[in-house]
């Protein structure tokens, strides 16, 4: 008798245990849907969403192109945000020839809210040395290739119509490159890649969903930004 009811609180607890993991594991993935109406961008065939790819333990941070690597690492470390990283994590880049920002992707303490990513946004882009921060999707299932967007968006728009692009990049505190023309069944178009940093209206899918829905443009994309070897260096 005494086995038996042995047994039973065995069952009962490993139970009581696979219940528990189950809601836990239900809470993990209610953490993806916090701003899942947000996460998505419009192409030429319509809006690609990517709240299913959401990763919320990632996000992306670029930095003034002065500053150096140990400066970032400490200002990493001092956030008290994220689990360590190192010099060798940093990605230099260039624009036109000359160096551009340094790129870091972070891992936080933990599983955060979509929300809870974007306050932490909120804090990174007050410090001077940030230029900008945003969210990161797995780009493969597995999220060993991650993607984020490189605060690029590629944009067209008829030549009649510049005037009113120009006055949307004042209004949205964005700015653009030098724009190339194309012919297209006889209209002429003007190509060209829209800047959005922290100080800009929004972050650079916010900002894409703004410029498609003025009717301005004659397509946005933001310009992403992938990489393959972090996640294994980071974690």
Known sequence: MGSTILKFK????????????????????????????????????????????????????????????????????????????????????????????????????????????????????????????????????????MLTFSGFIYAGAKIDDLCDVNMLMQETSTWRSEQQTISSSSILFDVFFIGVNKKSKGYTLQMSHYFHETGIFTGVTPYPLYSEKTISIID
């Open 10 to 145: 065995t069952v009962f607890l490993m139970l009581v245990v696979s219940l528990s993991a189950c809601m836990k594991s239900e809470e993990a993935e209610e953490l993806e849907c916090d701003c899942k109406d947000e996460l998505y961008y419009y192409s030429s065939v319509g809006k690609v969403f990517l709240y299913d790819k959401f990763m919320n333990d990632r996000l992306f941070i670029a930095f003034d192109p002065k500053v150096r690597d140990a400066e970032i690492v400490r200002f990493v470390k001092k956030t008290g945000f994220f689990k360590p990283v190192y010099a060798r994590n940093i990605i230099h880049t260039e624009w036109e020839g000359k160096k551009s920002f340094s790129l870091l992707f972070v891992t936080t303490k933990g599983q955060k809210q979509c929300s809870q990513l974007k306050e932490i946004i909120i804090s990174l882009e007050k410090a001077s040395i940030v230029d900008r921060a945003d969210l990161v999707f797995r780009h493969n299932y597995t999220g060993s290739i």
